[in-house]
């Protein structure tokens, strides 16, 4: 599906997302009041006798308007002479969320201002972290970087991949992990450590802004593998 130059340019990308604050009484009157709303559609099966408080410790970190970016990281291949695989990689986090998305839109927008443009590539990107980090540029009053604008574009004006969407094959129904799909493509699981139901509790209680950036770090390597051998590269070591 993809040349080695068209995976060349590709910046692969993952997010990993807390609760905007550390616990439901901290939110404001309003935004409580916003949040018991929106923790009604989880009332059900195991759910439905959790209170709000609960709720918003559990799932607020997947809400874009409740949560927070802690961690971004990227990375490209590049290829050696025998066509062996490698990446360089780079992560933004810690506490100042504005301060994340600044430095990483910057560096964004300096990546892809090149001839012919470059491309990102997400798994789910295109449910979850393209659209969380445009919500959250707009709410912090960040300019949003250019590749991830898509208002006024034509579809093949946007550079946004999605290895979920391309293991769908045109199927709608369909959602595949990340974990599962590096399972079935025999790759070496990501979730060997926490996974993204823990990373409020490490971020705002064990305050391990390192183990969130390695956990954020193996996704992108992993994202990266999938597409190699969705194309029948070799995978990196």
Same mark, same amino acid.
């Not at 509790?201 to 990266?224: G, L, M, N, P, S």
């Given at each position: 599906?993809?040349? /080695? ?9 993952? =997010? ?33 006798? /959790? ?36 990446? *360089? ?49 707009? =709410?912090?009053? =960040? ?19 999605? *290895? ?47 183990? =969130? ?25």
């Amino acid at each position: 599906m993809f040349t /080695k130059e068209q995976i060349k340019n590709i910046l692969f990308l993952d =997010i990993e997302t807390a609760s905007s604050v550390p616990e439901y009484p901290q939110l404001s009157e309003r935004m409580q009041e916003l949040w018991d709303k929106k923790a009604n559609r989880y009332r059900r099966g195991d759910d439905a006798e /959790k209170s709000s408080a609960e709720l918003f410790t559990a799932k607020a970190g997947i809400h874009a308007e409740f949560a927070r970016v802690v961690c971004i990281s990227c990375g490209y291949i590049t290829f050696d002479d025998d066509n062996k695989p490698s990446m *360089t990689m780079k992560s933004y986090g810690g506490e100042n969320e504005h301060e994340i998305l600044t430095d990483f839109g910057k560096m964004l927008d300096k990546y892809t201002a090149v001839k012919g443009g470059r491309t990102l590539c997400a798994h789910n990107g295109k449910e979850f972290d393209y659209p969380f980090l445009g919500r959250r540029y707009v =709410i912090n009053q =960040i300019r949003i970087p250019y590749s991830l604008q898509v208002q006024g574009k034509k579809p093949w004006e946007v550079n946004l991949l999605d *290895t979920m969407e391309l293991w769908k094959f045109g199927d709608y129904k369909s959602y595949t992990s990340l974990n599962l799909l590096s399972a079935v493509l025999d790759i070496p699981s990501p979730k060997d450590d926490i996974d993204g139901s823990d990373v409020g509790r490490v971020f705002w209680q064990e305050k391990d802004h390192e183990r =969130i950036r390695i956990y954020c770090e193996k996704d992108v390597r992993t994202t990266a593998q999938v597409m190699l051998r969705m194309n029948r590269f070799p995978l990196m070591d």
